[in-house]
Every structure is written in C-alpha cells, then in structure tokens.
C-alpha cells in the first residue's frame, strides 16, 4: 500500500477516509478515446459541435461533483497510420475537430464551481496573445481554470504550422526545451507585470490604471523577445492551474517543474506505479513535494446497477470497437505506422519521438499479466478508453476496484475517459458516487473558490515553490520598495 493510501490500523483509529476525485475527459470532437463507439445508439459525441451538449455536460458534472472537466486537443491528423490521413477520416478519430476555448465561458456561465482543464499548444502560438486569452478565461470562469500545457506530437501539426526560418523544435526533448522559455514568457507577463492594486478605476482623478503600477517584463530568450507589458489585468488566480501530462523521462522533468495537476496513464497498477514514483522522486528534485500536485489516472469506468447488468454493457460496447480506429490513435500516440504490422505481431522494439510514454507503458508492462502484446491486443485494449484501463461492475464493485488503484499507486483520482456520452459519465454519478460518498471518499457538497484553491485549499496564486512565483516575487520587491 503507498504512502497515499490508508493502512487498516489507520482506519480503525480514526484516521481520515482517502479522498477519490474525478474529472471528465472529453474532446470536442466525434472520436476521443473510444474509436467506433460513435455509433452506438446511446453515444452523443455527433453533438460535439452543439452548444447545448457541451453546457448540459457541465450540469451533469457539477451535479456528480467532480473536480473539473478536462478538454484534450490537436491541432493536426493522425496521419501516421497508412501514411495518411484516410483512415483517421474514415473512422473520425479526432477529425473533425474544433476549437476548444470557446466552449469553456459557455460552460461556465451554466455552472458555479465546475473547474475547466484546457488543452492548448506551446509550439503553435505566440505566448503574448496566449497569456491574454488565458487571462480572459480566467476572469470569465471566475478563477477556474486549469491550462493542459502540451508541447504537441503529431507531425501534420507541425509541418502545417512552421513559418519560413522557423527553428524546427518537433524533436521530443527539444520541444520541451522551447516549452520551458514558453512557460517564462507567460509567467512573467502573468505574475510579474500588473502590481495587484494598480486598476484605480477613480471617477475623481480620472485614472483608472495607475500607470507606475504597470511593468514591462523585458525577456529576451533563445525563442522570445517581449519586451512589454501584459495588456490584461490580473485575473483570479493570475496563473491558472497548471497541468500537465508529459510521463517520458524529460516530460516528467518537465512536469515536476510546472505542473500542480499531473494527467498519467498506464494499463496496470504496477506500470502507473513506477510513473508516481518516479514524478514524486523528481517533485523532490525540482524543491517540491508531493501534495504539490494532484496526479489523476486516465481509466473509464462502465458500470450499472449489478455486475452482470454492466458485464452486459461492457460487451455491447465493445461490439462496436473500431480496431482500426483504435491502431490509427495508437499509430499518433506511439510514432509508430501500425499498418505496416501484422495484428499477431509483438509491440516490441519501438522507438517514438511522439508520446514516448505510451511505448514504454506497453512495452515495460508485459510480462505482468502477459508475454507481451501483440498489435491486435493492443488495438482491442485501446479501442475503449485509450491508453487507460476500464474498469467493470455495479456501483460497489467499481468502488473497490478504484480503491484499489489509489491504494497500490498513491495517485488521487481519475480523469473519466467514456464509452458513450454522457451515458457514460451519469453512470457513474448515479452508481459510484454514491457508494463512495456513503464511504466517506467522495464530497458531498462543492467547495467554493477557484479551482486552485480548490484543489489544494492554499488561496488562489501559485506557492512560493512553484517557478511562477520568481516573477510575483520581483513584482513584489517593486511594491515593497514602494511602501
């Protein structure tokens, strides 16, 4: 059992219940995770581009309590399998797809406390009109949101992205390279530009922004020169939430740094427990600790009021699985073209500028409950929930099995990949929920704030430990030496 877990002497002393928390996943898009699924007479995914999905999604999360809904995003097709984008087309994987941001302010002029985790790209815009966009966001949520920082790994994206002279920064290690100053840029216009009083908004004097209260940040990097001021006002939280799903060694390194959510996947307990570990041993690296990031698992759960009425289910599901839709999202998540392999061949001796990650999940895992993989088990296993597992069972049974994973990992929760939406995430919230909320693991009620203080109950800025701070400090020397 890890650290994170309870021992049984603990309980039976008192000591309080773990905490198990929930996010959604989701993707505006046809196919996120489950290829093929989108044909199942009980899925909603077609609506993707239908307002009215996304805000009644937000009150059917807020209702479950859940910590947030996470939005992934590509800008690019997974063009790797076949060497071509038909396949993905065909099947709809993550094609067609839209812009994610405009969806966050819809969902949450429908919800209170409902957080907002959104995936963008450091490799395909500019930080300065970024960081106001993210700012914008953050007043309009009220301080709920979280930004997915993802360096990108599709090909297509990058080839239809570069500008003449551009430095090509598509290497894995190299994109977090240029990430890294990315991250810079926006913390210094973030944190380190508007002193938190300098909007006067006076009638009398006519001044609304005291102008000796506005800085220019000054940076001039490898990738960035910006010179000047933030054109926004702080917001809420200044930083939004940072989280992050980088699991390769520099991805990790990456994460330690700048992530306080961590997004992680592995087909078993063992394999995602070798990923904390391993990010805890570098948080400790960095100057950090644990508890200084919320780390959810992806797994999708598929549950019903018995076990064999959501066996049932499972196996309806997995009847309308799309193997090659499945290896097409393999093929962008490993680097690899999996049309090239035959379905019995091993996933062996892979080598990925992609998502390194997922190659090494697969291939460290044989050998705990197989030889290996073979292709076609890697297809069936991805072709519901993606590079997570699912889980099975009534309310109860999918209760212990998610202690289980909390207890052997020392993750703190889940980000809730679906079969078919919403069916999939109301399942959840009307059988699991419950039994968890009766076991004194789940809340009852929402805790007010922004989504920073909500996950870690520390206020609303970024702590003194976290890289973003070096730029408030300045900002702060500026106002100490002012008083």
């Not at 006519?206 to 000796?212: D, I, L, M």
């Not at 200044?238 to 087909?267: K, L």
């Not at 076609?376 to 991805?382: C, I, P, V």
Request: hydrophobic share 40%; net charge negative; proline share 5%.
């Amino acid at each position: 059992m890890s650290s994170r877990g309870l021992h049984d002497a603990d309980r039976s002393a008192g000591t309080p219940q773990r905490r198990i928390r929930f996010n959604a996943f989701d993707m505006s898009c046809v196919v996120h995770q489950s290829p093929g699924l989108w044909r199942h007479p009980d899925d909603q995914s077609h609506r993707y581009n239908d307002l009215g999905y996304w805000t009644s999604l937000a009150r059917t999360l807020e209702d479950g309590l859940f910590d947030g809904i996470f939005l992934a995003d590509v800008l690019g097709v997974y063009d790797l399998y076949g060497a071509a984008p038909e396949a993905a087309l065909r099947s709809g994987v993550q094609i067609p797809v839209t812009d994610p941001l405009p969806l966050v302010s819809a969902m949450a002029a429908v919800t209170e406390h409902l957080g907002f985790g959104l995936t963008t790209g450091t490799a395909f815009e500019h930080p300065f009109p970024f960081a106001r966009r993210i700012t914008t966001l953050d007043h309009l949520t009220g301080g709920r949101l979280g930004w997915n920082v993802v360096t990108g790994y599709l090909p297509s994206a990058a080839e239809n992205t570069q500008s003449r002279g551009q430095l090509d920064t598509f290497d894995h290690d190299a994109r977090y390279d240029h990430a890294d100053e990315y991250l810079d840029v926006l913390y210094k216009l973030w944190e380190g530009s508007w002193e938190h009083d300098a909007v006067r908004a006076d009638p009398v004097s006519g001044v609304y922004t005291e102008p000796g209260k506005v800085h220019p940040i000054n940076h001039r990097g490898d990738h960035y020169t910006v010179p000047g001021i933030h054109v926004s006002a702080p917001s809420p939280q200044r930083t939004p939430v940072i989280f992050q799903a980088g699991a390769s060694d520099r991805g990790s390194t990456f994460a330690a740094a700048h992530a306080e959510s961590v997004f992680v996947a592995a087909p078993t307990p063992q394999k995602l427990t070798d990923v904390v570990e391993t990010l805890t041993q570098k948080l400790h690296d960095a100057g950090r600790a644990r508890d200084d990031v919320v780390i959810y698992a992806l797994i999708t759960v598929i549950t019903d009021s018995t076990d064999a009425k959501a066996l049932a289910k499972a196996e309806d599901y997995r009847s309308y699985v799309d193997l090659e839709g499945s290896l097409t999202l393999m093929s962008g998540w490993m680097g690899v073209d999996f049309s090239e392999f035959d379905l019995d061949d091993p996933v062996t001796g892979i080598r990925s500028n992609a998502i390194q990650s997922a190659v090494a999940a697969f291939q460290s895992a044989a050998g705990e409950d197989r030889a290996e993989w073979t292709v076609r088990e890697l297809a069936e296993f991805g072709g519901i929930g993606g590079l997570g597992p699912v889980v099975v069972g009534s309310g109860e049974s999918v209760a212990d099995q998610l202690e289980h994973w909390i207890d052997v990992t020392g993750i703190d929760g889940f980000n809730l990949a679906y079969a078919v939406t919403p069916g999939t995430f109301r399942d959840v919230i009307d059988h699991v929920v419950p039994v968890l909320q009766a076991r004194g693991e789940y809340p009852t009620g929402h805790t007010a704030g922004t989504l920073r203080h909500r996950l870690f109950n520390r206020g609303d800025h970024v702590p003194d430990n976290h890289p973003a701070h070096a730029a408030r400090a300045r900002l702060n020397d500026i106002e100490g030496a002012r008083t």
